[in-house]
Nanobody, 115 residues
Framework: QVQLVESGGGLVQAGGSLRLSCAASVDILSINTMTWYRQAPGKQREWVAVRPNVGRITYADSVKDRFTISRDNAKNTLYLHMSSLKPEDTAVYFC?????????WGQGTQVTVSS
């Protein structure tokens, strides 16, 4: 029942910044929890940041103080602001929505950070 579309990925130099977007097909305020994940080639998928509809945002230690979540309720869009990017941030980034106790995933967007 929820469609998610990620965008904003690309190639960036180390130390640069990117903003990823996750557009939802339903009222974003009706989504229980939205989470950014990432998966590097040959690596296990890991969570990056969690944004409950009501509650505190949680960041993984690897991105804390560098990544920030924000939400545009009018556009039903969740953002991931990434700064001070490192080569180890290279991965496909996914958005996941928990809605009525079910999980929905976007297609992902590629982020590549060069040295």
């Amino acid at each position: 029942q929820v469609q998610l579309v990620e965008s904003g990925g690309g190639l960036v130099q180390a130390g640069g910044s990117l903003r990823l977007s996750c557009a939802a097909s339903v009222d974003i305020l009706s989504i229980n929890t939205m989470t950014w994940y990432r998966q590097a080639p040959g690596k296990q998928r890991e969570w990056v940041a969690v944004r409950p509809n009501v509650g505190r945002i949680t960041y993984a230690d690897s991105v804390k103080d560098r990544f920030t979540i924000s939400r545009d309720n009018a556009k039903n869009t969740l953002y991931l602001h990434m700064s001070s990017l490192k080569p180890e941030d290279t991965a496909v980034y996914f958005c996941k929505a928990q809605y009525n106790w079910r999980d929905y995933w976007g297609q992902g967007t590629q982020v590549t950070v060069s040295s």
